[in-house]
C-alpha cells in the first residue's frame, strides 16, 4: 500500500470516548508533516493515532524541520447551508529556500499531535533551493458530507 488521503478514525472514536482526545482544529499551532511517497497511513484501527506513528517523514535538512511547521494562517471550520462540513485555512503554508520531495502531508494537532488528516498530493512535489507551499484548496483540506 502506498500513500493515500483520508481522516484517521482513531482520534475522531477518541473525540467520543470516555476519556476523550481533544481535537481543536482551529488552533494555528496545529502541525504541518510533509511526508514521502513511503509514508502508508493507516486510517481504520489503533496503530496510527500519535505523531510517533508517521513514518516516511521528510529528512531534517534542505530547508525542512520535521514537526516544526504550523498551519497556514487562521484555520476554520464552516458549513454550507446543506450538511457540508469544511475544514481550510487561511494562508499558505511555505518552506522557502528549501530542496524538498514530498508526496503528501499529514495534520496533527499541537499539544498531543494526534493525527488529524493525511493528504495524498497525487505525485511526488519538488522544491529545488526554492518555495515549497501548500494552499489550502477553495472547497477545503477536507469535507464531511453529514447527510
Do not use: C
Amino acid at each position: 500500500m502506498a500513500m493515500a488521503s483520508g481522516l484517521y478514525v482513531v482520534t475522531y472514536k477518541g473525540l467520543m470516548s470516555t476519556t476523550p482526545k481533544v481535537v481543536n482544529l482551529t488552533l494555528s499551532t496545529n502541525k504541518v508533516i510533509l511526508v514521502t511517497n513511503t509514508y502508508t497511513p493507516v486510517f481504520d484501527n489503533d496503530t496510527h493515532d500519535a505523531y510517533a506513528d508517521i513514518t516516511g517523514e521528510v529528512a531534517a535538512g534542505g530547508g525542512y524541520t520535521q514537526n516544526s511547521k504550523t498551519v497556514g494562517g487562521t484555520p476554520t471550520l464552516t458549513t454550507d447551508t446543506g450538511s457540508l462540513f469544511k475544514y481550510t485555512w487561511s494562508t499558505s503554508v511555505d518552506w522557502t529556500s528549501s530542496t524538498i520531495t514530498a508526496r503528501g502531508m499529514v495534520l496533527t494537532t499541537a499539544a498531543d499531535g494526534w493525527l488529524i488528516v493525511a493528504s495524498d498530493f497525487g505525485s511526488d512535489y519538488v522544491s529545488t533551493n526554492g518555495t515549497f507551499s501548500i494552499t489550502a484548496n477553495a472547497s477545503g483540506i477536507f469535507t464531511i458530507d453529514m447527510a
